[in-house]
């Protein structure tokens, strides 16, 4: 057996919400996003893996009403999730998403199952080395150190180093007796009886170590149902609301809890508190995961540590270390490597491991793997001994069925550690190919080997493919493992295959297509012109025939001429064949016509760049149709990553003055065919590249020619700019540079825009000196106040006019306009001294924008609350409105807007403040 790696705009922007929806959006802050409201409740925050009956008996017994209760599964995404899949596995992303969503929580309560991970019904997973990682970032301190409480209802969550009174195979017994499945039980015991790593207890406290007090289990602990009633008992025990009150919280200290030990009594519960006395950087895993310590330094500590009394202590952090740096593709340097190689001669380290290891122990197998792939790392087993241990520790006995539990305990460690095994199938029962469960877990596991594949491909056809339920597990293990070259020849024989006459059956199409694995591909004289434009046939051929290049080229002719109907089958049958290794989109014949079908398709472009990338060198002809295509091209259709990877093979093989001239006819052409964004695109090579270009006269073409163009349709192309925060185009540094002058207000705004992103940066001055008759300049914004409103606010925003006839016309001005208020927000920032009262003045006729809640939580517009009260000015809306916009504003404290919101129920007794507390606060 052999053993290797797994291969592996809006038009316009808006400022104006109605308020419906921004209320409705404010108090689901309030009540969700819990970390940024002060209202007085704690945070009690939950992660339910398994039980939720736990955390449902909390919010029963303390009242949702007294306590802001979030449950840390079910946070929203963000788009941060994406790029932590890399990093962490799925079920574990909820964490840093509490982390980034700085959730702030006074008590924590973990439920699940418990063997060195929170596992359970739920499918989520949290491990004991994912929260000690997490427990050294700062920005997940409110989840971890600062909650005063932690339960962790869990077996051995709080388990020391001295063994169990019972022997592993009692234990196991017990936890199966209480509902475990078989695999969730050697689970818990391996972890429970493991010579490695500190003791959970440990390790819980240094995680939480700002709480007063831990509860958890030294041994079996009970079910969500079997706490049910204990929990409930504590709770009659005390006062909930009081206890679990902020001040309540506040005021624990790290004493024994009496009544809620005497509620459990029975159980395993134990109590600790967090350690208060320990750095985090003082733990193993920070120190191996902190960015700024060298790898250098790292394989000094673990050398170091390795060679200690407690080198088992260290084991699994060193190895979880190892294993990362292992999976990341690091190339060690001999100066890094250098005090790991020491460790390579401890023959006692090198002999106390193997005796773990050396008979599979089901109350250990999770540690005995990872003790092998730590072994396998330092030599210390021959590859033969280490290929056959592996494979016979994870697939354990193959003569009983395979269990979910066990499948997926396969699939996570062979994904976690990039494994991809050779299994011999004489060594396999043939009862094992018609379980549904080891099936799947081959799909994880198996690496190609011909006499494996070939067998399931039999059970497939013989048994599988007539039941649905197998069907999906064998489509499942095919599609994950690559054929090679060499395989071919039995692969087309067994699939009864040699030429590409006809449409694919349903088995072969699920062999060869239905796979993101390498299929080898056959050589076919022919294809059937019959069928050569049936979407279906493209769709196989791409799967297997190994196109020559006079089949794509009359493929990439056909497509041009109908690109409707053609042009994306036959750019995803070109890309299969590329993804197959067909060695013919090398040529240059081949890749011209890739770069004509690119303009006229835009799924082309993304053939045309893997053909490309293929090449080591790319020829001259290539090079120059490339670049007649992008000054020239009419037709333009071209994909937005092609351009860009035409740009960067104009800019490596060109020299600098005829790639900017290049670009620069290219902007005027793209201009005329008004293309917007690849108007900008092509714009933005070029001022990226010829920014400080020498023929001054061909960049002033370009930048009067984009402003002239920005300007023709103002109103459709400039926001489509603006969507894309305006990349630095140069135009404002350049019509400085060229002594432009501007003539109306649209051209003025275009220029403070591109002002952003200009450098140097040019005061507003400089640019209103642009203006060709200053003296107009207030006329021109006043005019446009009534007739170009977005321009005229853009401008207003912008620049303090300090003109109180504009103030004026904007007041007139200012009505509903399809949830946009542009002038609004104009005439706050023209009159700031002022923005309280203006502010009050349109609440009330449900005109204000969001942006009053910067001045409307203040002593000023309170002041004018009361005014208006005592005046008897306000209409029942208007007053209901004003409350709420006091209420969410900027300004005092939550806590003191409401002292005064009741303060003004008292004074004035009106029946909408009643209201408005009874239903708001």
């Keep these: 057996m052999g053993i290797e790696p797994a291969l592996k705009l809006g038009m316009k922007k808006q400022f104006y919400f109605s308020m419906v929806a921004f209320v409705c959006l404010a108090f689901q802050s309030y009540a969700f996003g819990a970390a940024a409201v002060s209202n007085g409740k704690p945070n009690i925050c939950s992660i339910t893996i398994n039980s939720n009956d736990e955390i449902e008996l909390f919010k029963k017994h303390i009242g949702e009403k007294n306590a802001n209760f979030i449950e840390l599964t079910e946070l929203p995404e963000d788009e941060t999730d994406t790029i932590e899949t890399q990093a962490v596995a799925d079920e574990a992303q909820f964490l840093g998403r509490a982390c980034r969503q700085k959730i702030s929580c006074d008590v924590l309560l973990i439920s699940g199952h418990f063997g060195g991970s929170f596992f359970g019904s739920s499918g989520l997973n949290l491990s004991m080395e994912e929260l000690e990682k997490k427990s050294c970032d700062s920005a997940c301190s409110g989840v971890l150190q600062k909650p005063k409480e932690v339960y962790l209802f869990g077996c051995n969550t709080l388990a020391g180093k001295s063994r169990d009174h019972r022997t592993p195979e009692q234990y196991r017994a017990v936890l199966l007796q209480d509902g475990f499945s078989a695999d969730q039980a050697e689970q818990i015991v391996a972890f429970r009886y493991s010579p490695l790593g500190d003791s959970y207890a440990d390790r819980m406290r240094r995680v939480f170590r700002g709480a007063s007090r831990i509860y958890g289990f030294d041994s079996v602990g009970p079910s969500g149902k079997t706490v049910k009633p204990l929990l409930t008992s504590y709770f009659k025990s005390i006062n909930p609301q009081q206890y679990y009150s902020l001040k309540g919280l506040n005021d624990l200290n790290s004493g024994?809890?009496?009544?809620f030990g005497k509620a459990l009594k029975g159980t395993a519960l134990t109590q600790s508190t967090g350690a208060k006395e320990f750095n985090g950087d003082q733990m193993p895993v920070c120190y191996l995961n902190n960015p700024k310590v060298s790898l250098t330094q790292k394989a000094n500590w673990v050398a170091s540590s390795l060679r200690s009394e407690k080198s088992f202590q260290f084991l699994p952090a060193i190895n979880e270390w190892l294993s990362q740096v292992t999976a990341s593709g690091h190339e060690w340097e001999d100066k890094e490597f250098e005090p790991l190689e020491k460790i390579m001669g401890d023959k006692r380290l090198k002999a106390s491991l193997h005796h773990i290891i050396e008979k599979r122990d089901t109350s250990m197998l999770s540690v005995q793997l990872k003790i092998l792939t730590f072994m396998n790392f330092f030599g210390w087993l021959p590859k033969e001994e280490y290929s056959q241990k592996i494979v016979s520790y994870l697939l354990g006995p193959l003569d009983r069925d395979f269990s979910i539990d066990q499948k997926d305990f396969i699939c996570?460690?062979?994904?976690?550690?990039?494994l991809k095994v050779s299994i011999d199938e004489k060594t396999i029962p043939a009862a094992r190919w018609k379980d549904e469960e080891f099936v799947e877990a081959m799909s994880c596991l198996a690496l190609y080997n011909e006499g494996f594949f070939f067998k399931a491909l039999k059970e497939f056809q013989e048994f599988a493919k007539n039941d649905s339920r197998?069907?999906?597990?064998?489509?499942?293990?095919?599609?994950?493992?690559?054929?090679?070259?060499?395989?071919?020849?039995?692969?087309?024989?067994e699939l009864k295959l040699n030429d590409a006459s006809k449409i694919l059956s349903e088995f072969q199409n699920q062999i060869l297509c239905e796979t993101e694995e390498h299929r080898p591909l056959i050589p076919v004289k022919n294809l059937n012109t019959g069928l050569i434009e049936d979407t279906q046939y493209l769709?196989?051929?791409?799967c297997y025939v190994r196109l020559d290049a006079p089949m794509i080229l009359d493929l990439i002719n056909r497509a041009m001429k109908k690109p409707d109907s053609l042009g994306s089958p036959v750019a995803e049958t070109l890309e299969r064949n590329i993804d197959n290794n067909n060695p013919v989109f090398a040529d240059p014949q081949v890749q011209l016509a890739l770069v004509d079908f690119s303009f006229v398709v835009t799924p082309g472009g993304d053939v045309a760049i893997k053909s490309l990338d293929k090449s080591s060198r790319i020829s001259a002809e290539v090079i120059n149709n490339i670049r007649t295509k992008v000054i020239n091209n009419e037709q333009l259709n071209i994909s937005f990553d092609a351009l860009k990877k035409y740009f960067e093979i104009l800019k490596r093989t060109r020299s600098a003055s005829e790639y900017c001239s290049v670009l620069s006819k290219a902007v005027v052409n793209r201009i005329k065919e008004d293309n917007v964004m690849v108007v900008q695109i092509t714009a933005q090579n070029y001022f990226s590249n010829c920014a400080e270009s020498g023929n001054l006269a061909e960049r002033k073409s370009v930048t009067m020619g984009l402003f002239n163009y920005l300007l023709a349709d103002f109103d459709n192309r400039l926001p489509l700019f603006e969507a894309s925060d305006f990349p630095n185009l140069e135009i404002t540094k350049n019509m400085v540079q060229f002594k432009e002058t501007v003539s109306s207000v649209k051209e003025l705004y275009t220029i403070l825009l591109f002002a952003r992103q200009s450098s140097p940066r040019y005061s507003f001055e400089t640019i209103l000196k642009m203006y060709k008759d200053r003296k107009k300049l207030n006329t021109d914004v006043k005019l446009a106040v009534s007739k170009d409103r977005y321009t005229a606010s853009g401008i207003l925003r912008m620049v303090d006019l300090n003109d109180d006839t504009i103030n004026t016309e904007l007041r007139k001005n200012i009505v509903p306009d399809d949830g946009q208020n542009f002038l609004f927000d104009a005439l706050l920032f023209q009159a700031p001294e002022k923005a309280a009262s203006i502010c009050l003045e349109f609440v009330e006729k449900n005109l204000a924008s969001d942006e009053c809640l910067k001045y409307s939580g203040g002593s000023d517009f309170y002041g004018l609350i009361k005014k208006n009260l005592k005046e008897k000015k306000f209409s029942s809306f208007g007053l209901t409105q004003t409350l709420m916009y006091f209420h969410l504003g900027?300004?005092?404290?939550?806590?003191?807007?409401?002292?005064?919101?009741?303060?003004?129920?008292?004074?004035?007794?009106?029946?909408?403040?009643?209201d408005f507390i009874a239903n708001r606060l």
């Design 256 to 259: 024994f809890n009496e009544l």
């Design 412 to 418: 996570s460690y062979a994904q976690s550690n990039s």
């Design 470 to 493: 197998m069907s999906g597990a064998y489509n499942l293990l095919f599609r994950n493992i690559a054929i090679p070259e060499s395989g071919s020849g039995r692969l087309y024989k």
């Design 539 to 542: 769709a196989n051929i791409g």
């Design 890 to 914: 900027l300004g005092m404290s939550d806590l003191e807007k409401v002292q005064k919101i009741k303060a003004l129920a008292t004074e004035f007794k009106n029946p909408e403040i009643k």
